[in-house]
């Protein structure tokens, strides 16, 4: 199964609101990173967790290797935050390796 | 299943060496692209492309080619290789520039001595 699972799928906020994605592993991971997708495919790198929380604007992010998740909470959101959002784990087995979550695409209402 | 493969799965290249990774997909996808990920760094776009024979810079682009012959075929090419382009690189696909999906291929890493 897949080793990444990010969640929803899919969501619709209203402007002013806020939520959290979230990203579930099937294993220990090193650290993970959370993206967002912008309209010409460049991966914009919202934040690098090894553990703990990170918080930036209106975006924090958490990540707990131990019990497995990572979240991203969207607070007071804004139009121009529409779009699409990745996690992606790293881990180590015999070599470095990246997976990433399926992505969830996110829609702001005004 | 959507799929995106990449080859190799690693190289070991050396400085000067030319460099070809190749990428497969067979989601019927008209984008597909080209990223560097760095350890501890977040992805990079090197090249993209929305429709065969026709390739687009993106945000790191010097130091590599690219080449869609096929919708179903994008190569990145290191004519030259050098040590800072020891790196992972993804292939990626979907099907327009938006917020559809996107499907990664499992990542090539690159190492050049």
């Known amino acids: 199964g897949d080793q990444v699972e990010q969640s929803p799928s899919a969501l619709s906020l209203h402007e002013g609101t806020g939520s959290a994605l979230r990203c579930n592993f099937t294993t220990t991971m090193r650290a993970v990173q959370w993206f967002r997708k912008n309209s010409r495919g460049s991966l914009i790198n919202l934040f690098y967790?090894?553990?703990g929380t990170k918080e930036n604007g209106r975006l924090k992010s958490a990540f707990d290797s131990k019990e497995r998740y990572s979240t991203l909470h969207i607070r007071d959101a804004q139009l121009e935050d529409s779009g699409t959002y990745f996690c992606?784990?790293?881990?180590?087995?015999?070599?470095?390796?990246?997976?990433f979550g399926k992505g969830t695409h996110l829609h702001v209402l005004p | 299943e959507a799929a995106v493969t990449q080859s190799p799965r690693s190289k070991v290249a050396v400085t000067g060496g030319k460099v070809t990774l190749s990428c497969h997909q067979t989601?019927?996808?008209?984008?597909m692209y080209w990223y560097r990920q760095d350890t501890g760094h977040g992805l990079r776009l090197i090249h993209y492309s929305y429709v065969a024979d026709s390739t687009e810079k993106g945000d790191i682009p010097d130091g590599y080619k690219a080449s869609r012959p096929s919708q179903e075929n994008f190569s990145l090419i290191l004519e030259l290789a050098s040590l800072s382009q020891t790196a992972v690189y993804f292939c990626?696909?979907?099907?327009?520039?938006?917020?559809?999906?996107?499907?990664f291929g499992k990542g090539t890493r690159l190492t050049v001595v």
């Open positions: 990626a696909s979907s099907d327009e520039d938006r917020d559809t999906e996107v499907f």
């Open positions: 992606a784990a790293e881990w180590y087995t015999n070599a470095y390796k990246v997976i």
């Open positions: 967790l090894a553990s």
């Open positions: 989601n019927n996808h008209d984008y």
